[in-house]
């Protein structure tokens, strides 16, 4: 990897953590377009799954006092759950108008977040909160997004720094069991740990530069943050799957 490599991918990581300081989540909607410029999917994936972990424990350890396990272990357990479904109909391909309608599915989502004018309860709905996850779970084992189970925890979560801390704890727990497939499958070269290497600083300044911007945030622009992402999210979704569907 040349040198000027090396600064493109820093800058691009940057960037991207920087809306992960702000929103909590978000950071693969900008690193994984703009590193796709200078290298493939093999290498980026794996190249970023050792730094995720990092910033997700970062952020639940800084809003601890916030994170409900009560909320987000059986989440998590869902999330894992469908991932497996998932994982093994990827063999059999992902259907590109299907993650199409995923994306739409999310921006519709992101919609109704957006208009709806009551705030957040905090009230829990154990089969909802249930079905959700292991959809999340399963988009996440057959796409790679696993975005479902935010717009639960957005619609429960009274403060941010409550969504923050439980969504950075569901990432980290997946982030793991992403780095032992990996493992096991023999994913990690030497170029990838080359931008894992660049990618962690890049990552921390950015994390750092977020969340400076988001202290000049009052909760109700934090909220409306999270939701624009969340619908960036689902139109990043279509935007790549449909060349899919033509070609």
Not at 120 to 127: A, D, F, K, L, Y
């Amino acid at each position: 990897m040349t040198v000027s490599r090396i600064i493109y991918c820093f800058c691009s990581v940057c960037a991207a953590f920087v809306i992960k300081g702000l929103a909590g989540f978000g950071d693969p909607l900008i690193s994984t377009p703009l590193l796709s410029v200078c290298l493939p999917n093999s290498v980026i994936t794996p190249g970023l799954s050792p730094v995720s972990p990092i910033l997700n424990a970062s952020m639940v350890w800084k809003n601890r006092a916030h994170f409900s396990p009560k909320v987000v272990l059986p989440i998590s357990v869902f999330v894992l759950l469908g991932v497996i479904p998932g994982t093994m109909l990827l063999k059999f391909g992902s259907p590109a108008p299907l993650k199409v309608l995923l994306g739409l599915l999310i921006v519709g989502l992101g919609v109704e977040m957006l208009t709806r004018k009551s705030t957040p309860s905090g009230r829990q709905n154990p089969v909802i909160r249930s079905t959700v996850s292991f959809c999340s779970g399963f988009t996440a084992g057959l796409f790679g997004i696993n975005l479902l189970f935010l717009a639960y925890l957005e619609r429960v979560s009274v403060r941010r720094e409550e969504f923050r801390a439980n969504v950075c704890f569901v990432f980290f727990l997946e982030n793991i069991f992403r780095i032992g497939v990996y493992l096991t499958q023999g994913m990690f070269t030497k170029e990838s740990l080359l931008l894992s290497a660049a990618a962690l600083p890049a990552a921390v300044l950015g994390m750092k530069l977020g969340e400076l911007l988001d202290r000049r945030l009052s909760d109700r622009l934090s909220r409306k943050c999270i939701i624009y992402v969340f619908i960036l999210g689902g139109v990043s979704t279509v935007l790549y799957a449909l060349p899919q569907c033509f070609s």
